[in-house]
């Protein structure tokens, strides 16, 4: 690692080639959404979204109901639910889309351009905190950029074996620790990484400056985070919290001023944690919603598949650190480093349902420390096998093979896009087993006919009336329409398998009227949807239901109201 000073220096080349990067950066991530949209023709409506519909969707309602409302309620779930939920994220984009009446679909893209932008500028800003040398600053930018895990090998395990499915699909699609992918597909995690390294940045500033108005500036950043993903406040805190251990123990003091920096920020960003703790206390449905995040069955991949996921920079990563060097010789850029790369060990494993969500950020500092282990362990080594090459052309050709070798999961990711956005868009519209709770949500197009149908009851509803669905229409309800879906997420939906289950039964022949009729009234739904893929579930007829009252017919796609009991 070089001398470092206090505050980074640009020249305008390095912003001009960073831009020049963040453009093509952003083009590359862009494509398969123009394709996409291509594909979509005049007979299919493409969703906006490429990866995990689900989620995506649920964040849409919340920006819906963000249009007027400062808190939201869980519109994914027939049950009543209090409105508690603030993100400012969507609350902004919600607020921006009633303003301009811009579509969710728009103000995504633009969200996801900025967001792949301000994630490069805040990289390349804490890189250049630890590197004053130009090579190894972007050396390091890169690496945290681009870098991807070892999953392609799980993909040539799957063509090997010709299994149908890769083995430890989480270390391929674990997006939180990959910069290039939440740049192609997830806005709010880019956002999030991006805050995670300009705290980082501030407190290392506090640290080196002995001021304190770097640690404010961090705190107000930190409030930014926290008021859209209160669990990243789990990751500042524990970084912080080694990092003034490990000064402690290098100093044989107590580390007074980190404690000051801790204090400053615990104060002014926890609030938003609380927040979202009392949210699970106070009402019924939220918590129900918490308690379902087991059911994605995301959690951090196992310890032994860390070099999978994380990749050949990580490992890198790890063989830069000095286990022997003695505590008195490394200086705070060193000590914070430390902290942040051995912290996320812990964290990742904390026993909370949101865990993986913890992988954020973990990609920044392992940049830099693979940058640092390039120079300081394998460069050597080169240096050995060819005496006779500059060290300046050794040490680009090994950054050039480096970064070619951390790429190829991306590439992978992108490419498979392309199969998986053809596949649905030429196949069958509807899932094939849409009982299957992870067939029937995957849909990337959605036929004009059910597109026309959501925009229809979208005129006829209030945010407090319940649409019934099967889950591959009913994840699109609140979002599209405003009101309150039957069935619309694995987590958002209380008892979600339960009523995953009553969907299927609903539209099943052998269920009787009576029971149908129960069902509706219990939970006091007000329009059915039928379209291909209720059809798909059973041979029920609804145009027979004498409690069903035909309002919208499309061909095949057809919308009911549900007749009073009263």
Same mark, same amino acid.
């Given at each position: 690692?070089?001398?470092?000073? !206090? ?38 409506? =493409? ?9 995506? =969707?649920?964040?849409?309602? $919340? ?37 301009? &009446? ?103 500033? /506090? ?49 007074? =001023? ?14 938003? /944690? ?44 790890l063989w830069s650190i000095r286990v ?26 904390? !026993? ?9 950020? $973990? ?6 420390? %693979?940058?640092?282990?390039?120079? *300081? ?7 050995? $096998?060819?005496?006779? *090459? ?10 050039? +093979? ?12 992108? &490419? ?20 299957? %709770? ?43 329409? &405003? ?41 006091? +739904? ?11 579930? &059973? ?19 057809k919308v009911f109201k549900v007749a009073?009991?009263?």
């Amino acid at each position: 690692m070089n001398a470092v000073s !206090p505050q980074p220096t640009t020249s305008r080349r390095d912003w001009l080639y960073l831009g020049i990067f963040i453009v093509v950066l952003l083009l590359i991530t862009g494509i398969p959404y123009f394709y996409a949209q291509r594909l979509a023709g005049d007979d299919k409506q =493409f969703m906006g979204i490429i990866f995990n519909i689900p989620d995506h =969707f649920q964040y849409f309602s $919340w920006m819906r109901e963000a249009q007027d409302k400062f808190l939201v309620p869980n519109q994914l779930t027939p049950e009543t639910s209090t409105p508690l939920l603030f993100n400012l994220l969507w609350w902004t984009l919600g607020r921006v889309e009633s303003l301009t &009446g811009l579509s969710y679909a728009t103000l995504y893209q633009i969200t996801r351009l900025l967001a792949g932008a301000l994630l490069a500028v805040s990289i390349f800003w804490f890189c250049g905190l630890v590197f004053t040398n130009r090579a190894k600053r972007w050396t390091a930018f890169l690496l945290a950029m681009l870098a991807s895990g070892l999953g392609w090998f799980m993909i040539v395990v799957k063509f090997l074996t010709k299994a149908a499915d890769a083995p430890f699909p989480f270390t391929i699609y674990t997006s939180e620790p990959n910069s290039f992918f939440t740049t192609m597909a997830f806005p709010h995690f880019s956002i999030a990484t991006a805050l995670i390294t300009l705290v980082f940045g501030m407190v290392l500033l /506090a640290q080196r400056t002995q001021k304190l108005k770097y640690a404010w500036y961090g705190a107000i950043i930190c409030l930014i985070l926290t008021l859209q993903h209160s669990y990243d406040f789990f990751t500042i805190c524990g970084v912080i919290a080694m990092f003034a251990l490990f000064l402690w123990i290098r100093d044989r003091k107590f580390p007074v =001023f980190m404690l000051k920096v801790g204090i400053i920020i615990v104060i002014v960003a926890v609030w938003p /944690a609380l927040q979202a703790f009392y949210i699970t206390q106070a009402d019924e449905v939220w918590k129900g919603v918490l308690s379902q995040f087991d059911n994605a069955g995301a959690w951090t991949p196992a310890p032994f598949l860390l070099p999978i996921l994380m990749g050949i920079a990580w490992l890198l990563a790890l063989w830069s650190i000095r286990v022997k060097m003695p505590w008195k010789d490394r200086d705070d850029t060193h000590l914070f480093l430390l902290a942040w790369f051995v912290s996320h060990f812990i964290l990742i494993y904390l !026993p909370l349902n949101f865990q993986i969500h913890l992988l954020s950020g $973990w990609q920044v500092v392992i940049g830099v420390l %693979a940058t640092i282990g390039l120079y *300081t362990r394998v460069l050597p080594i080169l240096q050995r $096998w060819f005496k006779n *090459t500059p060290p300046s052309r050794l040490a680009l050709g090994a950054t050039v +093979v480096l970064l070619l070798a951390v790429i190829p999961t991306n590439l992978y990711l992108v &490419g498979q896009r392309f199969v998986d956005i053809k596949r649905a868009a030429t196949e069958a519209e509807v899932p094939d087993n849409p009982a299957m %709770a992870g067939a029937s949500d995957n849909r990337l197009f959605i036929s004009k006919g059910e597109y026309n149908a959501l925009k229809y009851i979208e005129t006829q509803v209030t945010g407090e009336d319940v649409v019934f669905a099967n889950l591959g229409l009913g994840q699109f309800v609140p979002a599209i329409t &405003g009101a309150r879906s039957f069935v619309g997420h694995w987590a958002q939906t209380l008892n979600f398998h339960d009523k995953f289950a009553a969907v299927q039964a609903f539209y099943n022949e052998a269920t009787t009227d009576v029971d149908r009729q129960a069902l509706l009234d219990t939970y006091s +739904v007000d329009y059915v949807l039928y379209s291909p893929e209720e059809a798909k579930l &059973g041979a029920f007829d609804p145009t027979t239901a004498s409690y069903l009252e035909p309002v919208y017919d499309e061909g095949s796609v057809k919308v009911f109201k549900v007749a009073s009991s009263g």
